[in-house]
């Protein structure tokens, strides 16, 4: 039987419709099916925010989110997602209505167990992070969506968090709430951290102890630690009344002086004194890290930023060597765009403040006050001898002798002075006991076999140089 092309059209349409009723019905995606009996409504059409995170980040992500859905109002179930580095990882991914992902069909995301990582936190602390979670997430009426996803070394990707509602602002204040719990309980406040490159494309945060350091290892002329104090301590202490007076709280101090004068240690000093305050040190590489290290600064207010030989970033910009003036840059801005509330203190070190950039040093808001550590006096070399000479037996008949003859001689001098006679004690008798000669061979040894290059590493300078 010959068919004519109307015909044959019609049916071969017939069997298309005839296969198509009989083949089975197409299975919904996984997570669109539970996120559209989450919501009750089709989810294809909803708004998404997301924010991106550094590696550094991911325990703070997760421990907002961890403390926001146990909220006693609050209820979540978590479903485990696991993704390809090289496919669709997205919450819009995840709603999609096929099951293809990004290579047409292979590595979608699939359900499968919840994904932790265990990450370490200073102080031996481990925090186990969800690295790849859906959150469905009830809160009273509303409902969200959260998705948190670790990211990947490998691939470059950052990790990130998206957030489905059923419209934009109740998303927004979803993570609204979430930064405020955040700087309340991210796993840095408190502590003395700096920033690092763990490689040339992530940063992690490096966590420090100070020695112990009490109010007597500060040896300074007479007033000058309690100047200090007052500009950084006091401010502390009274930083409720003086916000509701109207003064400002950002403030910023210059510690200047030769070279192991004291500078420091004063800074580790009013670290430890101020224990309920963040401490991010900047030195070295971390000087790079301007810009995120005040960053986590303003999040972990209040907070305290030690920035040692700033001389280094910040010399006079009309000096021809200078090499650094994007650091200095970076460094302006961010003390200038400060909110005036905000409880930070700025503590700056140099050894140079006579190239110090002028717009830093001079201009108010920036540095408040400027303070000279200056080479002890008599009076301090005494009590200097005095902190450093302990747990030491002595047997020194003319101790004064030895004060006089370090004069223009630095804190750190001094202690190393103490040191090396310990050692020549040590080598000549069975009993170590510090006698007149064992100071004189060290004194000898410093300023005459170490020459001008160790004096002023330890910050000798003789009497009329």
């Known amino acids: 039987m010959t068919l004519n092309p109307g015909e044959f059209g019609a049916s071969f349409k017939g069997f298309l419709d005839q296969m198509a009723s009989e083949a089975p019905a197409k299975e919904e995606p996984i997570f669109l099916r539970h996120i559209r009996e989450h919501f009750e409504e089709d989810p294809s059409t909803l708004p998404i925010i997301t924010e991106t995170f550094d590696e550094h980040e991911h325990p703070d992500f997760h421990l907002s989110l961890d403390h926001y859905i146990n909220d006693k109002d609050r209820s979540a179930k978590i479903l485990g997602v696991i993704v390809s580095d090289f496919a669709g990882n997205s919450l819009s991914d995840l709603v999609k209505k096929s099951k293809e992902g990004l290579l047409g069909g292979m590595g979608g995301p699939t359900e499968g167990p919840v994904q932790y990582l265990n990450i370490e936190a200073g102080d031996g602390r481990v925090i186990t992070c969800v690295k790849s979670g859906l959150y469905l997430i009830t809160d009273g009426d509303e409902r969200l969506v959260a998705f948190l996803h670790a990211g990947s070394d490998r ?36 502590y003395i951290i700096s920033l690092g490159m763990k490689d040339h494309r992530s940063m992690q945060v490096l966590f420090h102890h100070l020695p112990m350091i009490s109010r007597s290892d500060i040896v300074l002329p007479i007033g000058l630690l309690e100047r200090i104090e007052r500009q950084s301590l006091g401010f502390a202490a009274h930083s409720e009344k003086l916000l509701a007076a109207g003064r400002h709280l950002k403030r910023g101090i210059l510690l200047h002086g030769k070279p192991g004068t004291g500078k420091t240690l004063t800074a580790m000093y009013l670290a430890r004194e101020m224990a309920n305050r963040t401490v991010i040190l900047l030195t070295g590489r971390s000087l790079a890290l301007i ?20 001389d280094l970033v910040a010399e006079e910009r009309t000096r021809k060597e200078v090499c650094a003036t994007p650091l200095l840059f970076e460094l302006l801005n961010q003390m200038d765009g400060l909110q005036d509330d905000a409880d930070i203190l700025f503590v700056l070190t140099t050894n140079r403040p006579d190239i110090l950039e002028p717009a830093l040093a001079a201009r108010p808001g920036r540095i408040d006050q400027a303070f000279e550590i200056p080479i002890p006096d008599r009076e301090s070399r005494q009590r200097l001898f005095t902190l450093y000479g302990k747990g030491l037996k002595q047997d020194v008949e003319d101790m004064d002798k030895f004060v006089e003859r ?43 076999h170490g020459g001008e290059l160790t004096k002023s590493i330890l910050g000798f300078q003789e009497p009329g140089k």
């Open 155 to 190: 691939m470059f990707q950052k990790g990130k968090l998206e957030v489905m509602a059923k419209n934009r602002q109740t998303a927004e204040r979803f993570l609204s709430d979430l930064r405020k719990v955040r700087r309340h309980e991210s796993i840095y406040r408190g």
């Open 406 to 448: 370090t004069q223009g001689a630095s804190p750190a001098f001094i202690r190393e002075l103490f040191r090396k006679a310990a050692l020549f004690a040590a080598e000549g008798d069975d009993e170590l006991i510090v006698k007149d000669r064992h100071m004189d061979e060290a004194l000898h040894e410093l300023t005459v």
């Open 291 to 310: 810009e995120q290290s005040c960053a986590l600064a303003r999040m972990l207010q209040p907070s305290m930023v030690v920035l040692e030989d700033v």
